[in-house]
């Protein structure tokens, strides 16, 4: 069973850049589809960004498209998100998820991670 930690968010000034990460254990992210959602406080969740990892194909929320960047690493079994150019309303508890390719149950979900940009 596959199990995802998150890892770094935080706090940071309106323009700056924040890298997130998703690491996999259990099994490989081979043959799944890895997506990124956030949800600010009294907010649904959204979908930010995904990445195919089989050949690396990438979408994204229109509103982040140019500033985000979702990448991976298949030595280490993870996902990136590098945020830059951050604005206030990027401010949300980011989640990764991840299923396998053709299906839209989630297999699993990363614990959050929070990302505060201030003014």
């Known amino acids: 069973q596959v199990q995802l930690v998150q890892s770094g968010g935080g706090l940071v000034q309106a323009g700056g850049s924040l890298r997130l990460t998703c690491a996999a254990s259990?099994?490989?992210?081979?043959?799944?589809?890895v997506d990124w959602f956030r949800q600010a406080p009294g907010k649904e969740r959204e979908f930010v960004a995904q990445?195919?990892?089989?050949?690396?194909?990438?979408y994204y929320k229109d509103s982040v498209t140019g500033r985000f960047t979702i990448s991976k690493d298949n030595t280490k079994n993870t996902v990136y998100l590098q945020m830059n150019r951050l604005k206030v309303e990027d401010s949300a508890v980011y989640y990764c998820?991840?299923?396998?390719?053709?299906?839209?149950?989630?297999?699993?979900w990363g614990q959050g991670t929070q990302v505060t940009v201030s003014s």
């Open positions: 998820g991840v299923r396998a390719y053709g299906e839209f149950v989630y297999d699993a």
């Open positions: 259990g099994r490989t992210f081979s043959g799944t589809l």
């Open positions: 990445i195919t990892w089989n050949d690396g194909t990438s």
